[in-house]
């Protein structure tokens, strides 16, 4: 069988290799905050305070990822090739993942964190146009929704047992007779890196590249392959670029809880806990929902999900700026998640109805850039606005996703074709049909 509950094999493996990839990828987001506040770490903060250069280590992944992917995305559209890339970008962090228990300065971190941004430019990009070549018409959303799931699963495991391996150090292993003791640092960079070599044998033994030619993209996109307006169309605006704008807002949207802790905590009167609780109730919310949703837009449309998706961002988004009870919170936060889950897997299967064969590194790339940003910039941005008041934040990101909607609405049209064959067989397909991904 090539497909299992009409998800592609490959997706199901490529998927597993980005959730053990985002389990030590995602490590760092609670180890390296506290690793800069060790005794291990000393030198120069380049004028900036702790909590600063912290902040700044933590957002150099997608500060130089999220520029760098249409590059990376159109490169391997020109080559044809999709999996030499990935290959390169685990690599990339499994040495990161390594070099971290030799760091030993401020700047040292900084290096090692723009090299996985480096890696991440490599990686998310080829992915998700992997899946999408994989896919078909009917059963991108799936493919989709399947393949975002996993990762996320990884991304929310990740903080959670990073805190509990440095938590639990030091270690004392004895080796073939020999004593070695590892700090609970050593031992969370040693199983960041770990996960990435599982990655890569995944890739590297699991996944074969499609059956596309290389090609030059259209050139109207400039070095990045991006189009702004609809040259085509309609339309201001092209489709593609469009659903990157509501993407980049969604993004933003989601991200401006993350760096208000404090304020939160304070307004609802309640501890850290509760806060975790509150920031994983939107990641539960999308591994549960990525999944079906995405193999419903394979019947019922794309558009409609995103759209539907976009309206509801606005109350669940501006809710948070002014509920006053926790538990309140926590169904805001994973209302919102709902809302996600309906906006950016359907969103990337429209992007693949809209790419050509040979195209979808350049066209995806659109959306995981612009989503890069948004969870860079939506931290940034509540930092600033919350000494306005605490709802600002909220207010503003809320205002963003209803001038999202209004592009859904009035930029964005449906591609798929309802009234054709339905989504493909979850069961054998004939070897005629098969790519040489089967081989």
Known sequence: ?????????????????????????????????????????????????????????????????????????????????????????????????????????????????????????????????????????????????????????????????????????????????????????????????????????????????????????????GSTGIQVFDHGGDHLLDPVFALGVVSFFMALGIAVFATLGSPVNERLGQGELMFGLQFAAFVLAQILLQAPIGRATDFYGRRRFILLGTVLLVPTTLAQGFVLDPWLMVAARFSQGVAGAMVFAPALALAGDLASPDGSGSTLSVLTMAFGFGVAAGPLLSGFLVAYGFAVPFVFAATLAAVGAVIVATQVEEVLDLDGPGPADTGDVSPDSTTNADD
């Open 1 to 221: 069988m090539r497909r299992l509950f009409g998800v592609d094999r490959q997706v199901l493996a490529l998927a597993l290799a980005r959730m053990a990839e985002s389990v030590g990828n995602s490590f760092l987001i609670v180890v390296l905050p506290l690793f800069i506040g060790s005794e291990f770490v000393t030198g120069s903060t380049f004028g900036l305070t702790e909590v600063a250069i912290t902040g700044v280590v933590l957002a150099l992944f997608g500060l130089v990822n999220s520029p760098l992917q249409p590059f990376t995305g159109r490169l391997s559209d020109r080559t044809g090739r999709r999996k030499i890339f990935v290959l390169a970008g685990l690599v990339l962090i499994a040495v990161s993942g390594i070099s971290y228990s030799f760091a030993t300065k401020y700047w040292h971190l900084v290096g090692l964190r723009t090299l996985q941004g480096i890696a991440g430019a490599l990686i998310i990009p080829t992915t998700v146009a992997l899946v999408n070549d994989l896919a078909d018409d009917g059963n991108r959303g799936g493919n989709m929704g399947t393949y975002n799931t996993f990762r996320l699963v990884g991304f929310g495991v990740g903080p959670i047992a990073g805190g509990a391996v440095v938590g639990a150090g030091p270690y004392s292993l004895d080796l073939a007779g020999l004593s070695v003791a590892l700090t609970g640092f050593d031992a969370a960079f040693y199983f960041a890196a770990s996960t990435a070599v599982v990655s890569f044998l995944l890739v590297l033994f699991t996944i074969h590249d499609p059956d596309i030619e290389p090609t030059e993209p259209d050139p109207d996109g």
